[in-house]
């Protein structure tokens, strides 16, 4: 049984509003939700040998969706709040300038691609049997993720992370989230 967890200590961000937060949050509780409830019906489903029906294998597909949802927001919503800019000095930093060419060119197409058309996720992943790290798109929740690679860092870009806030103007709330990343937390995803 998963429990939302508490991100209400992000209230008051700047950049982001209080309305905003509580929307997002509600959004939040309902993937958790649905997880827990997938996951029960599935089980029981598989207890009751209902396992080669239509049904149970479009809700095995759903749960990719609703899992990710729950397990992204996690990660978005831990990755935001204030700290110090990313330090020349920081492993993350090097890294990724030594990826990317530089932390400038990086966050070039960090931010180009989370200013992309469509809804879904920016995630900087890196994998872990080469240590590279790579922006990634990902549509919906379920689809476009890279096998073997842990998210460092993850944005929302579904309309309903920034439309209260900044109507179509994207590329201002991809600003603001760069502004508010943790990069403490960042670091942390990092070195694990």
Same mark, same amino acid.
């Given at each position: 049984m998963y429990t939302a967890r508490d991100y209400s200590s992000l209230i008051g961000l700047e950049g982001f509003s209080d309305t905003l937060l509580r929307n997002h949050f509600t959004l939040?509780?309902?993937?958790?939700n649905n997880t827990n409830k997938l996951s029960d019906t599935l089980k029981t489903m598989l207890t009751e040998g209902k396992t080669a029906t239509p049904e149970y294998a479009e809700l095995k597909r759903r749960f990719g969706?609703?899992?990710?949802?729950?397990?992204?927001?996690?990660?978005?919503? +831990?990755?935001?709040?204030?700290?110090?800019?990313?330090s020349e000095s920081n492993k993350l930093y090097q890294a990724i300038s030594a990826e990317f060419? +530089?932390?400038?060119?990086?966050?070039?197409d960090f931010k180009a691609t989370a200013a992309m058309r469509g809804i879904g996720w920016v995630v900087l992943y890196k994998d872990s049997q080469t240590g590279r790290l790579f922006n990634q798109w990902i549509n919906e929740h379920e689809t476009g993720h890279l096998a073997g690679l842990s998210p460092i860092l993850v944005i929302d870009v579904f309309e309903h992370a920034f439309i209260t806030d900044y109507g179509l103007k994207r590329?201002?709330?991809? +600003?603001?989230?760069?502004?508010?990343?943790?990069?403490?937390k960042a670091e942390?995803?990092?070195k694990a």
């Amino acid at each position: 049984m998963y429990t939302a967890r508490d991100y209400s200590s992000l209230i008051g961000l700047e950049g982001f509003s209080d309305t905003l937060l509580r929307n997002h949050f509600t959004l939040y509780q309902g993937y958790v939700n649905n997880t827990n409830k997938l996951s029960d019906t599935l089980k029981t489903m598989l207890t009751e040998g209902k396992t080669a029906t239509p049904e149970y294998a479009e809700l095995k597909r759903r749960f990719g969706f609703e899992y990710n949802g729950m397990r992204l927001h996690e990660y978005y919503f +831990s990755n935001l709040g204030t700290s110090a800019p990313l330090s020349e000095s920081n492993k993350l930093y090097q890294a990724i300038s030594a990826e990317f060419g +530089s932390y400038q060119l990086w966050e070039a197409d960090f931010k180009a691609t989370a200013a992309m058309r469509g809804i879904g996720w920016v995630v900087l992943y890196k994998d872990s049997q080469t240590g590279r790290l790579f922006n990634q798109w990902i549509n919906e929740h379920e689809t476009g993720h890279l096998a073997g690679l842990s998210p460092i860092l993850v944005i929302d870009v579904f309309e309903h992370a920034f439309i209260t806030d900044y109507g179509l103007k994207r590329a201002d709330y991809i +600003s603001a989230f760069i502004k508010n990343t943790n990069w403490a937390k960042a670091e942390k995803r990092f070195k694990a």
